[in-house]
T-cell receptor, first 113, second 113 residues
């Protein structure tokens, strides 16, 4: 799954701290998304982007910001971490040009204490 | 709003048994449909996808799925499961107009050796 690079893999934050989860893809995919995965709740969409300069809110956007200044990068920012944001975060990219492709990053396990 | 329903939350099979996991979606526009697999502790991997053409699609590891437009279904099948197929399986629909995916809640498959 070398196409989507997500960092860090693990992170522990204190309540109130801020941080940025990085996501980069080198496949020129137009669509990128951030999800959080919690036990029993499946994957919930946080923010998504249909192209550079365009972002939109998903199902659970509160407490998170994103930007898409380039096609390749789609960072997710936690403004002031809360214990409720303890989760596993996945970045994904999709392309519908030519042969449809979809890839996920390796995930970030975030714990907020 | 689009939604995806996976009927089975947990399926337990013996090795060599046949598998069928149900997936229904509600969305009236052009759909791109996906099945993903998530092995314990890992990220989601694409099993197969449908975007046009032959409604019977074949994916990796012997999986296949059939798109039935009249039933809004995209069920996943495998003729003979193996212990290594133990994982969680997610169905997803990608809304090309909105540029985002909606996931089902997932089905946990346990294959007993």
């Amino acid at each position: 799954n070398a196409g989507v690079t997500q960092t860090p893999k693990f992170q522990v934050l204190k309540t109130g701290q801020s941080m940025t989860l990085q996501c980069a893809q080198d496949m020129n995919h137009e669509y990128m998304s951030w999800y959080r995965q919690d036990p029993g709740m499946g994957l919930r969409l946080i923010h998504y982007s249909v192209g550079a300069g365009i972002t939109d809110q998903g199902e659970v956007p509160n407490g998170y910001n994103v930007s898409r200044s380039t096609t390749e990068d789609f960072p997710l920012r936690l403004l002031s971490a809360a214990p409720s944001q303890t989760s596993v975060y996945f970045c994904a990219s999709v392309s519908l040009i030519g042969n449809t492709e979809a890839f996920f990053g390796q995930g970030t396990r975030l714990t907020v204490v | 709003a689009q939604s995806v329903s996976q009927h089975n939350h947990h399926v337990i099979l013996s090795e060599a048994a046949s598998l069928e996991l149900g997936c229904n979606y509600s969305y009236g526009g052009t759909v791109n449909l996906f099945w993903y697999v998530q092995y314990p502790g890992q990220h989601l991997q694409l099993l197969l996808k449908y975007f046009s053409g032959d409604p019977l699609v074949k994916g990796i590891k012997g999986f296949e799925a059939e798109f039935i437009k009249s039933k809004f279904s995209f069920n996943l099948r495998k003729p003979s499961v193996q212990w290594s197929d133990t994982a969680e399986y997610f169905c997803a629909v990608f809304n090309t107009n909105a540029g985002k995916s909606t996931f089902g809640d997932g089905t946990t498959l346990t294959v007993k050796p």
